[in-house]
């Protein structure tokens, strides 16, 4: 039992994302807001660990495609350093803790709370069937951005502006599709890909 194959499976480091949540302080002028940057700060924990229950399930689900994959091979549910059933356990742990943190906030839970459960929900829609399809795929992953963002202006009561959600969803679905075209262009394009199509995919970044 290697610690590291616990914090493997978490990403951790894919929790830099969540500072997106951070963003309404700067565009609000209320980085030095104490009450404004707690409820953030919760708001990003509650994040972080709503997404490391869903690389918990990604990793579940894919355990059999990763298995025949030369590098997801060595992901820990899929080389069986992590059982299937504690990756389990870790997903409902990780989705607790995320509940818990949006309980702390002060008087914005139910309606954070319901972003960071749609963002849950949607991901899980994604792990099990919507990242088959390449457009769809790189949607996603751009509007689950903008949910951050949306969920900090919630949490800290900064109204944002349609301007700053659409340039945020228009920059991260160019990051996104830029991302997936250099995938497939690769020697190991994901194999869950049904609709590779790297024409589309180039005229797609070139328009975003």
């Known amino acids: 039992m290697n610690p590291k194959d616990y914090m493997k ?65 060595h992901r820990p549910v899929a080389s069986g350093a992590v059982s299937i059933a504690m990756a389990y356990g870790m997903m409902i742990v990780c989705f607790i803790l995320s509940a818990v943190c949006v309980a702390l906030l002060p008087d914005t839970a139910l309606q954070t709370g319901g972003v960071i459960l749609f963002y849950w929900l949607l991901n899980l829609a994604y792990c099990a069937w919507l990242k088959q399809h390449a457009i769809i795929d790189v949607c996603i992953v751009a509007f689950g951005f903008v949910l951050r963002l949306l969920a900090g202006g919630l949490a800290t009561h900064i109204e944002l502006s349609k301007w700053i959600v659409l340039m945020t969803f228009l920059i991260t679905l160019f990051m996104s599709f830029s991302g997936s075209w250099c995938a497939t262009s690769s020697s190991f394009t994901r194999s869950a890909l049904t609709t590779p199509m790297p024409s589309a995919l180039m005229a797609s970044s070139s328009i975003a």
């Open 9 to 73: 499976i978490l990403r951790p480091k894919q929790w830099v994302k969540n500072f997106f949540v951070m963003l309404p302080l700067f565009f609000g002028g209320e980085l030095f807001n104490t009450q404004a940057l707690l409820s953030a700060v919760i708001t990003m924990l509650a994040y972080s660990f709503a997404a490391s229950s869903i690389y918990c399930f990604n990793d579940i689900h894919d355990v059999s495609d990763d298995r025949r994959h030369p590098v997801k091979c």
